[in-house]
Each structure stands twice: as C-alpha cells, then as structure tokens.
C-alpha cells in the first residue's frame, strides 16, 4: 500500500552518487548557472561511477533513504573507459532484486550525465524528486532489517 | 579519536547570502571529533588560510573540512595549505556548499539544513581519512615508438629535437609506411616521396633516434615512466654494417617469381630485396622463404657478388632489451580484403584494382613504370569508373561501419591526375556522399568536377561484370535522377575501405591499451585526450587511433610527441596515492578484480600470510599503485570484499551515506 502519494509536503531523502569527471561537474555546472533543485538531493562524490558498490545503496535504504540515484559519464566517455559499463550492468541487477523486495524501480535510477551538462543535471534531479514525492515514503528495507 | 577542525566559508555573499554560516560552524561543534569550528569571509585567500593553519597549529587538528566551494575549484589549495602546517594534504575534506547547495537553493532555512548535512557527510569521512603519500618513481628518458610511417617518424623526430632518446620499432625492412607508396598527395598534389624521403633522412641522421627496422616488439612490462620492452630484430642475412647498398644482388638474384608486397603484388621481386629505391635503411633483406639457398642450399649468388662481403646466411634473430619512459603507437592501417565482395568483380577481373593499387600505378617507380595501362592486356583505358565507400559506412558485417575519411579525397585526386595526364579519358565517380570538410578540400573537390570534367554520380554500384570482350560493365543507378545506368568501362577503380594495420590488437594487448570494437586503439578522453591512451605512459599517433590523412597525422604525431616530451621531462612522477589496496587476509586470489581492471594494474603473487597465527602460503592480489588510476572498478567486482580504494574506502562512503540519511 502507497503511503504519502503526491504528498508536497514531504521531504524525501535522496542520495545522488556522482562521479568525479562527468556528472559532479555538471552538478557543478548546474550550480554556477543557478538552475536549481530541491534541497532533498545530496550528492556523494566518487571517482567512477563503478566504484559505487552495490552495498552502499542497500545500506542508505536500509538507514532510510527514500531515492537513490547514481550519475555518470556518458557510455563511451568514462574517464576510467569502462567504468560506466560495469555501473550500468551492476545497477540493471541490483535495481530489478530491489525491486522484488518492494524497493520500487522508480526510486533508483543510472542517469549519464556529462560535465557540459548543467541542465540536465537539474532536470534529472527536479524529475527524480518528483517521482520520489509521488511513490511516498520507503519504508520496505527499513522495516525488513532485523531489529532486535 | 580524531580532532577535527570544520573552516565555513562564506564566500563572501556567495555562500553566505542563502546559507546560515553562523549555524553551520556551531552545528559543527555537535559533532564528535570536532573540536574547532568558525567562519570566514574567504577561506581560500592568504588570511583565510592562515586561520587554518593557526588552528591546526593550537587545536593539534588531525583532520579538516573546509566548507567552501566545490573541490574542483580548491580542494588543492587546502590540501597544500594543509601540507603546510604538517597536516598529511588527504587529511582534508570540501563540504560543496556553494554549487550543491546555496547557489541553487533560495531558502535560507532549507538550504542550511542542506548545509548542516554536507558538513557532516563530511566530518563523518574526514574521521575515517587515513595520510596517504603520493609515491614517486623514476623517469628513463627514452621514448619507443612502434611503427615508422609517417605519423612515427613526425613523433620521434619531434620527440629527439627536445633533445629525448627515441628509438623506432618498423617491421618492414624500411620505414616510410602506406606513404612511401602513395604516387601524389592531396590537396597539393605535391609527390608523395618528394615530401616524404626527406623527413626519413632526418630521422635516419638524427643522433637521438635509433631505427630498428625488420624488427617487431615482443614483450612489453613495467609501467609509465619505466617500461621495459623486448625487441625482436629479425634476421636480415645482411651485415648492416658491411653493406654499401650498391644493389648488385638484387639483380643478380635468380630467385624473382615472389609477389612484390610494396606494389601491392602487382609484379614480383626478387628474393634479397630492399622494397623501393629510397629505402632506410638502404639495406636489403633475403626473404628465407623464396630464398634459393635457404630452401636448397644450392645457390649463395648473392654473397658471390657482394663486394663488401655483407651477406651472412647465418645471421639469426636478436632479442633486445631496452627501457623507455613513453611509448608511442604508430602501427597505422591497410585496406581491408575485399573477399566478401564479389559483386565487383575484385580478383575476378586484373582491371578491377583498389586505389592503393593505382598508386602503384601511377607512379614512376611502380609495376607499370607510371603508364596508365590495364594489367589484363596491357593496353590504355579509355573509360574508368570509381567505385567510392567500397566497405565503408556498411550496416552488414561484411564492411566497416565507419568512414574511412580519405577516400573521397583521394579518389577526386586520381581522378583528376588521370583526366590531367590521359585528356581523353572518361572518369566517372560513383559516390554515396562526398565529404570533403578540411583546409581547401572541397575546393579541390569542385576542381574535379568544374575544371577537369569528372562526372560524379550519386548512386551505389550493384555489379562489376567482366565481359567477354574484356570490358567492363558497370551496372548502378543514378540516385539524383532516379535512373538505372549501365556502363561500359575499360578499369574500375575501388576505393577500398581502410582498417587498423592487424597486429593493432596484439600491440594494444601488450600495452595493455584499450581498443574499440573496430580495432582502432582508443584514446583516453574523445575530446579531451584525444592523443593518450588510457594507459599511463602509452600514446597514440596517426591512422592507428582513427582514420586520418597525411595533414592530421602529422598534427597528430607532432601533439602525441609534446605529451611524450612533457613526461620525460619530468625526473620523478608523483603518482596518484589514492588506489586500489587488497587485504590479504581476505583475498582468495580469484583474479576478478584483475579482469576488471582497465589498466591491468591488477597482478598476483604468492605471499606469506600471518592468518591469526596460521602462517601459509597464499596467492593474493597485488596492485601496482603506479599503473592504478583509481577508478575503483575492482573493489565492487572482488567477491571477497578484499580490495578497497583508499580515499574513497567502502568505510568512508558509507560513513557518508549514514550521515546523510540520518
Ligand atoms: C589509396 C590511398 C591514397 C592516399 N592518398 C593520400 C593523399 O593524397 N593525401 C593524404 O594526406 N593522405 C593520403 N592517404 C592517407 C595516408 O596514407 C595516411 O594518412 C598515412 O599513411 C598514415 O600514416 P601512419 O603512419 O599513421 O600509418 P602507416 O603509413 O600505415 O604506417 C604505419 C607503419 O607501422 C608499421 N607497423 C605496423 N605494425 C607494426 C608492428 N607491429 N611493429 C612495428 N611496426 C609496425 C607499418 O609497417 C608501417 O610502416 C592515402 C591513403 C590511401 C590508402
Ligand atoms: S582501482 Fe581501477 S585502476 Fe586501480 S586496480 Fe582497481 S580497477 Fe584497476
Ligand atoms: S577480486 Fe578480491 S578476492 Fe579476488 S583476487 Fe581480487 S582482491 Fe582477491
Ligand atoms: S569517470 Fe564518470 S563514469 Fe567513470
């Protein structure tokens, strides 16, 4: 059952992984041409988007993060060559068992988004929030950890 | 526990318009380890950095984070200013406040909160940073280049007059490459070996280049700045240093019946053989397996002839072993087989030619003498097609899907140096597009048509077939007007779609460079990179990175050679502290990690291992810090959870992702 849906009032948490070469620069980008969006995205930077292991996205669900989202260098331009490659590959698994366990595929996503591209990164983000506000609150990994 | 020190900068109205500085810093004072925090108009100006160096001098600070900019602006500079007071420079973490956040947020309250979080995220890595010392390793200034075309001999020569030892690898008996067959040139039509021997004198007199011609590289280790590399310098059966290069046997040579690689094997050439008169080295090479003495020990004329006694049928190959700082490809192309397309006729038909081929033709020195003639008779064309994007630009597997760029060039070239020589015969040119972008290219395009009367018509050609007579009859259709044409032709002429020279993948595998699906090597940014490969150390010049003409390459060659030059002029290289590290006792030694890496900085070894008081033997992976780029590939590949990137620790995100989602 949906909760909080098309709730404006509610403020997700969103942790944005963005790699150091492409997409942290165009998050960059985005800020230095004022385009904004909502303050519920945080970004964490790493150097490739294959170094975001598969854990650190179960781990901000599991400590209640409502959206994940992992940005990249365009196929083809990864600084690493391939990096973006496994990224892609990794995430396709990982996002569809997450989705079998009820963390919906709209609350994760792999955007490509290049150092020139200050709008998009700002667009990706608005749509994303907004997707994120629509699906509510996560609550399925937190309440599935053990608790004792 | 560490003593953490947090600097909120406001960046004069930058930051501090939409974000609460004040709340930042006392918000930071909350969090554990933290034992210092203020604000600052500017902490990235002398005063600013000076607060940071006073605090880190009377709190003992052991780790900071600056609260600032993005650290793409200045993470550097706080990590020197850092250095400065005794602070290991890694010991320092940017919360980006002002391009995450307050450049991009109106509300003062939200974006504050945003910015308690950042700072936070922060101090939660900070506290798990360890002191990571870049490394250094030693420079051997002395480049390699592999492959002696065009684009090799522009890299060495341009590398040795920055005064740098360069040695070039040819496997042929000269160097020169597809160049040295070409007739003319485009867009000048200035002849090929006019403009080309002289540059391989320079590189042959130069006292800093050491050409290795008839020699192949053989096994490649070590990393940049400190390569080492085997070199097979196959036997030539010809003293180099007796050798006076008079030529006498190559004409007394009985064995002659093998096909003449250098025209493409148009004619044939003899057994001892240097591939064309302007060869460097001007010394011959005997082809052991023509050879007459080699295959029944009976002949040995040539070393009867040879005035300077050079011949010596003992001479074997030679391994040797050099290092060099950089290393250069340059293995350039060829024209792809044309086996698989029958439809024109291609070794069905003598007068059906690639333009490689008419080169040979063309020029003085070729199997023709440079007399336009049909090979099937010998007698003069009077009407020759063009056949263009012969395998280029092709959807099916049978060619390659790019462009190979210079054939709408040289096409327009032969065509108008034919219609120049030979007045009365007819040229028509079948093409898809004609692209002709670059300096005076379109100009030199629209002489063909306009000043030399080439007929170009839009369409493809579906068959080439030889007739009775032994004409030719083209069979296409004219796009523009949307009509069949039926052509009788005397040669047709494929303009042959070009692919990086075979051994492209072996080399690449040596280097460990990375290679594209059309076996082009690849270079490490598309735009930005255009001339490094992927691999620290390697670079890449001329048509073995991408299709190109002679102009390109040797813009090319010439800006590989300045990055060349720019690292061995370096006596040291720092190299990049935050790599891959395996754990060893968590390590199975399963070699996925080593799969992964783009590098192929990942190698094993068996080591000793102290496994809570258990001591054996183990094979576990090895990351050489020097080839690692840090890219963090393996360390969600390891199964084992083993190997961990340093600075960016499977700790330290998590760590960051907690204080995130608190
Ligand atoms: C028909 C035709 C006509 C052309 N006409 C023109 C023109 O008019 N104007 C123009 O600007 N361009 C022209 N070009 C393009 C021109 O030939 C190329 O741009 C140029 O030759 C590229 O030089 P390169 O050094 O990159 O490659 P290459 O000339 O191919 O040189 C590569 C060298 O590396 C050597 N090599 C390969 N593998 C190894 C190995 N494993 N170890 C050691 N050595 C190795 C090869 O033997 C060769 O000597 C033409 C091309 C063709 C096919
Ligand atoms: S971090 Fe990247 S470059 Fe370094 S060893 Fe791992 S895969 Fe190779
Ligand atoms: S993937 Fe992990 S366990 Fe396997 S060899 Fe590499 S570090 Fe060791
Ligand atoms: S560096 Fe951006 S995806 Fe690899």
Redo the contacts with the bound molecule.
């Keep these: 059952m949906p909760v909080n849906q098309n709730n404006e009032e509610f403020r997700p948490v969103i942790v944005a992984f963005c790699c150091n070469w492409c997409s942290y620069a165009g998050a960059d980008l985005a800020g230095s041409s004022r385009l904004s969006y909502p303050a519920d995205v945080k970004i964490i930077r790493v150097p490739c988007s294959c170094r975001v292991n598969p854990m650190f996205i179960l781990r901000a669900f599991e400590k209640g993060a409502d959206g994940v989202i992992l940005c990249g260098c365009h196929p083809g331009d990864c600084h690493y060559s391939t990096g973006n490659y496994y990224a892609r590959r990794r995430m396709t698994l990982l996002f569809s068992m997450l989705d079998f366990i009820g963390v919906e595929n709209g609350r994760t996503r792999v955007e490509w988004v290049s150092a020139a591209e200050g709008v998009k990164f700002s667009e990706t983000m608005n749509s994303f929030v907004a997707k994120i506000r629509s699906l509510g609150k996560n609550v399925r990994l937190g309440d599935l950890r053990c608790k004792n | 526990m560490q003593k953490i020190g947090v600097f909120v900068c406001h960046c004069g109205s930058n930051i501090a318009a939409t974000v609460d500085v004040k709340k930042v810093a006392k918000m930071a004072l909350k969090e554990p380890g933290v034992c210092h925090a203020e604000d600052y108009p500017y902490m990235c100006s002398e005063a600013g950095q000076s607060r940071i160096a006073a605090a880190i001098a009377e709190k003992g600070l052991t780790g900071i984070v600056v609260c600032s900019c993005s650290p793409r602006m200045h993470e550097a500079t706080f990590r020197k200013a850092a250095e400065r007071c005794g602070l290991n420079p890694y010991m320092v973490e940017i919360a980006n406040l002002r391009e995450h956040c307050s450049w991009i947020h109106k509300d003062m309250e939200e974006a504050t909160e945003k910015a308690v979080i950042l700072m936070r995220a922060a101090v939660a890595k900070v506290h798990l940073n360890t002191p990571l010392q870049a490394g250094e390793s030693a420079v051997t200034k002395r480049a390699l280049v592999?492959?002696?075309?065009?684009?090799?001999i522009q890299t060495a020569i341009d590398i040795a007059d920055a005064g740098y030892k360069v040695d070039i690898?040819?496997?042929?008996p000269s160097?020169?490459?597809?160049?040295s067959q070409?007739d003319?040139?485009?867009p000048t039509l200035d002849c090929?070996a006019c403009i080309l021997t002289p540059k391989m004198v320079e590189a042959a007199a130069h006292e800093n280049i050491t050409i290795h011609t008839y020699?192949?590289?053989e096994k490649v280790s070590g990393f940049v700045g400190n390569f080492t590399v085997d070199i097979r310098k196959k036997a030539r059966m010809v003293d180099m240093t007796k050798c006076t290069g008079c030529g006498v046997c190559q004409e007394k040579c009985p064995s002659r019946k093998t096909a003449n690689e250098f025209n493409r094997g148009l004619n044939t050439r003899s057994a001892i053989y240097t591939p064309f008169a302007q060869a460097i080295p001007n010394v011959p090479v005997i082809d052991t397996e023509s050879c007459i003495k080699f295959k029944t020990g009976k002949c040995g004329v040539c070393a009867a002839v040879c005035q300077a006694g050079a011949i010596d049928y003992k001479q074997q190959d030679e391994i040797i072993t050099e290092t060099y700082g950089a290393i250069v490809v340059?293995?350039?192309?060829?024209?792809i087989k044309l086996d698989k397309y029958g439809e024109y006729a291609y070794g069905q038909s003598k007068d059906v030619i690639t333009?490689?081929e008419?080169?040979r033709i063309m020029n003085a020195a070729g199997p023709t003498k440079g007399h336009l003639e049909r090979l099937s008779d010998g007698k003069a064309p009077k009407e020759i097609v063009f056949i263009q994007c012969v395998g280029s630009r092709c959807s099916d597997d049978r060619g390659k899907p790019y462009c190979s760029k210079?054939c709408c060039?040289?096409t327009a070239?032969h065509a108008m140096l034919i219609r120049d020589k030979y007045p009365d015969v007819n040229v028509t040119v079948f093409y898809i597009d004609v692209r002709t972008p670059g300096k005076n290219f379109d100009e030199f395009y629209r002489r063909a048509v306009e000043d030399y009367g080439v007929n170009y018509v839009k369409g493809q050609v579906g068959k080439v077939a030889p007739q009775p007579d032994g004409s030719l009859l083209v069979q296409g259709v004219d796009l523009l007007d949307n009509k069949q044409i039926l052509k009788k032709a005397d040669m047709v002429v494929l303009a042959t779609a070009?692919e990086p020279?075979p051994?492209a993948r072996?080399?690449a595998t040596m280097l460990t460079a990375s290679i594209d699906t059309n076996n082009f090597l690849t270079e490490a940014h598309p735009k930005l990179r255009p001339v490094e490969s992927p691999t620290a150390g390697v670079f890449l010049?001329?048509?073995?990175q991408g299709p190109?003409?002679?102009?390109?390459?040797v813009a090319q060659a010439g800006a590989a050679a300045v990055k060349v030059i720019g690292l061995l002029a370096k006596d040291k290289l720092k190299t990049n502290p935050c790599t891959a590290q395996a754990d060893e006792l968590l390590c199975n030694g399963c070699s996925t990690c080593a799969n992964v890496c783009p590098y192929g900085a990942i190698t094993y070894e068996v080591r000793l291992v102290n496994d809570h008081g258990i001591r054996e033997e183990r094979r576990v992976a090895s990351v050489n810090s020097a080839l690692c780029q840090g890219c963090g590939a393996c360390t969600v590949a390891c199964p084992s959870g083993a190997m961990d990137l340093q600075g960016f620790s499977n700790r330290q995100i998590i760590a960051e992702v907690d204080a995130i989602c608190r």
Aim: negative net charge; contains cysteine.
């Design positions: 592999i492959g002696g075309g065009i684009a090799g690898v040819e496997k042929t160097i020169g490459g597809r160049m070409l003319k040139t485009f090929s020699s192949e590289v340059a293995t350039g192309f060829d024209t333009s490689l008419l080169e210079i060039m040289y070239k070009i020279n051994d072996k080399i010049s001329g048509v073995c190109k003409d002679i102009p390109e390459t």
